[in-house]
């Protein structure tokens, strides 16, 4: 297994709370992604990092914000939580993306609340 | 807006049939595909890539590519119940983008 995780891996927040979720690998991949998976919808880009302070917005970006620091770590910050945003959240590291053909590999994911 | 379609399913086969799971996708210039298993409240894991038309087995897994057609299946040959899980279908579609399709559910009845 690709070594990633992800902190935390379950989170009950309330309207209007920021909140921030870690992705944490040990691959040394340059390219880390920040997903979000709902029933009927299946896996949306949030935002992508293509090396450390390098990142860029995916297709459901709105309200969500990240960071990247270090080459191993990858955060999500959602700024002022709300309702829309209770969902599964997955972080995903791939190594090279010459012709799309490396894998993304996935971490074990946050489940999200927001009440 | 690119797509990845899947029929959500389920599809269910009896033990020891040969499941089959289509994809059809809409952005012609997609150049890699993936088959991604994802077992209930767990992550999605890799269980095949395909790059060119035709044929790519491993083990009791093919995976078929049609690039004229736009399609994409995915075949379990001898299927176990084990096997019993949604299957994501993906593209890469360029600018640090793969496509997910919504997924099939699969049961494989004992």
């Known amino acids: 297994d690709a070594g990633i995780t992800q902190s935390p891996r379950h989170k009950v927040t309330e309207t209007g709370t920021p909140v921030t979720l870690r992705c944490h690998q040990t691959?040394?991949?340059?390219?880390m992604y920040w997903y979000r998976q709902d029933p009927g919808h299946g896996l949306r880009l949030i935002h992508y990092?293509?090396?450390?302070?390098?990142?860029d917005k995916g297709e459901v970006s709105d309200g969500y914000s990240v960071s990247r620091s270090k080459t191993e770590d990858f955060l999500l910050t959602l700024e002022s939580a709300t309702s829309s945003q209770t969902s599964v959240y997955f972080c995903?590291?791939?190594?090279?993306?010459?012709?799309?053909?490396?894998?993304?590999?996935f971490g074990p994911g946050t489940r999200l609340t927001v009440l | 807006q690119k797509e990845v379609e899947q029929n959500s399913g389920p599809l269910s086969v009896p033990e020891g049939a040969i499941a089959s799971l289509n994809c059809t996708y809409s952005d012609r210039v997609s150049q890699s595909f993936f088959w991604y298993r994802q077992y209930s409240g767990k992550s999605p894991e890799l269980i095949m890539s395909?790059?060119?038309?035709g044929d790519k087995e491993d083990g009791r897994f093919t995976a078929q590519l049609n690039k004229a057609s736009q399609y994409v299946s995915l075949l379990i040959r001898d299927s176990q119940p084990s096997d019993s899980a949604t299957y994501l279908c993906?593209?890469?579609?360029?600018?640090?983008?793969?496509?997910f399709g919504t997924g099939t559910r699969l049961k494989v009845l004992a």
């Open positions: 995903a590291i791939s190594e090279s993306i010459a012709g799309g053909t490396d894998t993304q590999y």
């Open positions: 395909i790059y060119s038309n």
């Open positions: 993906a593209t890469y579609s360029g600018t640090y983008k793969y496509i």
């Open positions: 691959e040394n991949h340059r390219y």
């Open positions: 990092s293509y090396g450390v302070k390098d990142t």
